[in-house]
């Protein structure tokens, strides 16, 4: 139904080729991800669902390049990432990522303004741009009045908008979501929903990790994980194995 | 660009730094108290040196200076008898050492006698130094008035004397008291000129001119006066023959005056049979001052190094603290795509901010000691360039050698634990 928004439709801008994660515990080897093949549509809204231990973590961990695989390949915009070092990880992350957490994970330290503008501190951006650009996003979630606030002084809602704002920051392909409405009660937490499938709706790829039925219900395409493989997916694959 | 970046990320330091202003102040002042005793150690032990290198200074660097003394077996046999003692350099020692070494320059012989000087209705006790011109040339002091002795006064053994400074004001003898007649013992001399004066004893070196010198042509004394004199002791007269009682040489070349110390001396011990005299070397003292110097601010130095150390432990110790506490927020900031080395950066600067802060504080702290120590108990210092670069170098360095390690530990925060951390 977005695929009318995407510039180039066919393109798959995540796709996992047999992927592992493999944890050494003690003797014991843990396969948090234990094959997993699957691509993903640039523009596409998907829920990534699965009870703790699936390795919806993990799996959310390798897509946002905070996490290498163990075996198996990650391409990310075309490029074979899973070979990447750490910085190179860094740059992909600070060019074509966004994070939202359950926790929100702003700096209590810095104001509003100065934790929408952190991206663009490391993007290496002037203090005058970063200013008139954090503006600009805490505007589209509606959270102008707030600039000079300290995260502390926010409701959980409020927070999770700047936190949105920041992850926007960059202009990001893709935007992960860790349970982003965790911390929230539901009422606030369909807000952000909504949020989110309106910025889906504007041609940003969305991948949410959740367990709760109803968040998931947002996203038209839903991966359940189960022991570190794929259980089943709901609505149109873009391609499977 | 960088320059501005560079600016910012300073700044942001700054910012870190004033969220917790106590911890910051007090992590700093372990570097206040190190740099502040470097530098007022530094300036204390260079005041003290730069005091005993001035007075060897004064003695003059090429000169030896002779003194005649009595011998240690005379001193004695002579406390129960009166009797003559004989002691004391010669005017041969004079003759020979003025004609025979050929890396001498000048030669002062010097006669010393102790007499009372009357100017008017004021009277001093003198020392009345029998000289040539020359202990002018070697022993250089300010003339003040007047002129002081020349080649003429010796020739004709005119009785003129030359005054110092002190023995000019206690004698109450100004400007226009050159010319007037200052009697010496019974013999009157015409005043000729006022000379400033070093005078007495101070970091152990006893420089050749005192205070109350009243300087006259060496054969004058020698005719007034002779060659002995009577010391009136409790119960015992004593006698002296004393020819000379200092000769002053000057070298030609500061490299040959060591050489030429030796030669001296062999030549006295030849023709004196006991050791009636000494021989000192501004220069050898001087060497030595300033090896005792170099010894002095290595082992303040690095006393004073020592609490640099502690500070910057204490530095270390407290940025480990804060990137355990701030682990979350690096976590943050490495998700959103911050590299490794710019974590270190931020950590780092924030070390140097601290420790650079904490040194400029404890050069100021340094700086003020010392004029304190001056002003209380009037003892020379001497801030150096050098006493204030190398505290502001170490405290920056400081900052980097114990910022290295926390900074590190901080790039080295795993983000994927750092963001589940509460």
Redesign the interface.
């Known amino acids: 139904m977005r695929k009318a928004v995407t510039a180039r439709p066919d393109e798959h801008i995540v796709r996992l080729e047999d992927a592992y994660k493999i944890y050494q515990m003690g003797r014991q080897e843990v396969r948090a991800l234990a094959g997993v093949t699957i691509s993903f549509e640039r523009g596409s809204f998907w829920a990534i669902m699965g009870a703790s231990g699936s390795g919806k973590s993990t799996m959310m961990n390798i897509l946002g390049c905070l996490d290498r695989l163990t075996k198996g390949s990650y391409f990310l915009e075309g490029h074979d990432v899973s070979t990447l070092e750490d910085d190179a990880l860094s740059e992909f992350r600070l060019r074509h990522l966004g994070f939202i957490f359950q926790s929100f994970n702003l700096i209590p330290q810095l104001t509003v303004q100065k934790n929408i503008e952190l991206p663009l501190y490391y993007l290496g951006w002037d203090s005058s741009r970063s200013a008139e650009r954090a503006r600009e996003l805490a505007g589209k979630v509606g959270l102008e009045a707030r600039l000079d606030h300290r995260p502390t002084e926010l409701s959980g809602g409020q927070m999770q908008r700047v936190a949105i704002a920041r992850a926007l920051a960059n202009d990001p392909q893709i935007l992960f979501a860790d349970e982003p409405t965790g911390n929230l009660d539901t009422a606030t937490g369909e807000q952000i929903m909504e949020l989110l499938v309106e910025l889906n709706h504007q041609g940003k790829t969305i991948i949410i990790v959740t367990h709760e039925s109803h968040i998931a219900a947002h996203a038209p395409k839903r991966l359940y994980l189960k022991d570190g493989i794929i259980e089943s997916i709901v609505g149109e694959a873009d391609e499977t194995h | 660009m960088r320059h501005?970046?560079l600016v910012?990320d300073i700044s942001l330091g700054i910012e870190?730094l004033l969220?917790h202003k106590l911890r910051s102040f007090l992590t700093m002042l372990g570097v206040v108290f190190g740099v502040g005793s470097v530098v007022a150690m530094l300036a204390v032990g260079e005041g003290a040196s730069k005091e005993a290198l001035d007075q060897i200074r004064k003695l003059g660097s090429n000169n030896i200076i002779i003194t005649a003394v009595k011998s240690v077996e005379e001193e004695t046999t002579s406390t129960t008898q009166s009797f003559m003692s004989i002691y004391g350099l010669t005017y041969e020692d004079h003759r020979r050492l003025s004609e025979t070494m050929k890396t001498i320059k000048k030669t002062v012989p010097v006669k010393l006698v102790r007499k009372e000087g009357f100017l008017k209705a004021r009277v001093l006790e003198l020392r009345v130094v029998g000289t040539t011109p020359i202990w002018f040339d070697l022993v250089q002091r300010p003339v003040i008035a007047g002129r002081v002795l020349t080649g003429s006064d010796v020739d004709d053994q005119a009785p003129v004397t030359v005054l110092t400074e002190y023995g000019a004001r206690r004698l109450l003898a100004t400007d226009s008291t050159i010319g007037q007649t200052l009697r010496i013992g019974s013999d009157a001399f015409k005043i000729v000129g006022i000379v400033k004066s070093e005078g007495g004893e101070a970091a152990n070196i006893q420089l050749p001119d005192q205070q109350v010198d009243a300087y006259i042509p060496i054969d004058v004394a020698r005719v007034y006066y002779g060659d002995i004199s009577f010391r009136r002791t409790s119960g015992s007269d004593e006698r002296e023959m004393v020819e000379l009682h200092q000769i002053i040489v000057q070298v030609d070349r500061t490299e040959d005056v060591e050489s030429t110390a030796k030669g001296i001396e062999e030549m006295l011990k030849r023709f004196h049979n006991k050791k009636d005299y000494i021989i000192s070397v501004p220069l050898a003292l001087l060497k030595q001052a300033e090896a005792t110097k170099r010894t002095f601010n290595i082992v303040l130095g690095s006393i004073a190094c020592i609490s640099l150390l502690v500070g910057g432990i204490g530095i270390m110790n407290i940025m480990l603290a804060s990137v355990t506490e701030r682990t979350?927020?690096i976590?943050?900031?490495?998700?959103?795509?911050?590299?490794?080395?710019?974590i270190i950066m931020q950590f780092l600067i924030e070390t140097v901010v601290l420790s650079t802060i904490g040194g400029i504080v404890g050069l100021g702290l340094g700086i003020l000691i010392p004029a304190l120590i001056t002003y209380l108990v009037a003892m020379p210092t001497v801030i150096t360039l050098w006493g204030v670069i190398l505290p502001l170098f170490i405290s920056g360095a400081i900052g980097i050698v114990f910022g290295l390690y926390p900074a590190a530990r901080a790039a080295e925060v795993d983000?994927?634990i750092a963001?589940r951390h509460?």
């Open positions: 501005t970046r910012r870190n969220l979350r927020e976590g943050i900031r490495r998700a959103i795509g911050a590299k490794k080395r710019q983000p994927i963001l509460e």
